[in-house]
């Protein structure tokens, strides 16, 4: 049953994606070459492999069996791939990091020339997203979070520590006032999350019971909410790792530090088990780990 690992791969990610159509533009190819792709291998394998109707795609028998088998040998072409490059010299191919917005910004984006000085073969896909993305669907090999990872679907590897602090500019404390006390701070603008409630409950130590604030601007995006801040829109409470190069350039100021919880919370790189073992990703997590770790 000779066919092409190619072929089988863009099967996989058709089944993964439930259409032809989300397969071709994520290889940004035109769908009558992933017609044909599932074609060749449907020939190949002598059978139908999926179901093709007005409301989607689902898997036969033989597709789902395939499937199976499938993911297993693309995952040990990808190691032997990758074990044959790293005696070559050294770890090569795309990596692809689903992370937040901000994190991007503040400590992916600039450790990458550190990271391709050390290794020029490595080709980084950013892939910018504040909500846990479905790292198989995806296609993503690290998802970069803050928080414990409960999951044994997913390998979690701590980075390093993090904290947060409540931020304003010093033109909207110009305008409005520092806050001194919490209580100070129902009369400010305050900017929550939209689509992370627990992100809007802000541990007070002076009570037991979280804060639950309810802000006059909202939004899903972490780089826009640094953003409303830095542009004097009001206060909100970012990661320090984020918000420190805007502190150091006088644009950002903390507040409260001594009436909030700011203790360390993790940050870990998820990833698949059946990926993390490959030197590619290694190399990435190794690097991004001394750099979260200082």
């Known amino acids: 049953m ?17 259409s032809l159509s989300a397969a071709a533009r994520e290889r940004d190819i035109p769908v009558s070459q992933v017609t044909r792709s599932l074609t060749r291998l449907e020939t190949a394998c002598g059978a ?38 790293v005696r070559k010299g050294q770890p090569s191919g795309w990596v ?20 391709y ?11 910018v997203d504040d ?7 995806d296609g993503i090999d690290i998802a970069i979070r803050t928080g414990d990872v409960h999951s044994d679907t997913v390998v979690a590897r701590p980075l390093g520590k993090a904290s947060r602090t409540l931020y304003a500019s ?11 006390t919490p209580d100070e701070l129902a009369a400010h603008h305050l900017i929550g999350n939209s689509k992370a409630p627990s ?18 601007s909202l939004t899903d995006n972490s780089a826009v909410m640094l953003t409303l801040v830095r542009h004097g829109v009001g206060i909100a409470r970012l990661l320090d790792i984020v918000a420190r190069p805007w502190v150091q350039t006088g644009e950002l100021v903390p507040l409260l530090r001594d009436s909030f ?13 059946e990926r993390h073992r490959l030197p590619k990703i290694r190399a990435c997590v190794d690097y991004w780990a001394e750099c979260l770790g200082h």
């Open 131 to 137: 909500r846990l993305a479905d790292m198989a669907r």
């Open 170 to 180: 010093p033109g909207y404390l110009a305008q409005h006032g520092t806050p001194q």
């Open 199 to 216: 992100m809007n409950l802000w541990q007070r130590q002076d009570s037991p019971t979280p804060w639950a604030v309810k802000g006059q």
């Open 2 to 18: 000779p066919f092409h690992l190619d072929d089988l791969a863009l099967f996989c990610r058709i089944a993964v994606l439930g």
């Open 261 to 273: 919880d700011v203790s360390d919370i993790s940050v870990y790189a998820v990833m698949l088990p």
């Open 48 to 85: 139908r492999l999926m179901h093709r109707t007005t409301h989607g795609l689902s898997l036969t028998d033989e597709g789902d069996t395939l499937l199976a088998h499938g993911k297993d040998m693309l995952q040990t072409a990808d190691v032997i791939a990758a074990e044959l490059q």
């Open 117 to 127: 000085a050390l290794y020029p073969l490595l080709h980084i896909d950013i892939v």
């Open 96 to 115: 692809s990091v689903g992370v937040s917005a901000s994190v991007a910004e503040a400590v992916i984006a600039p450790s990458l020339p550190g990271l």
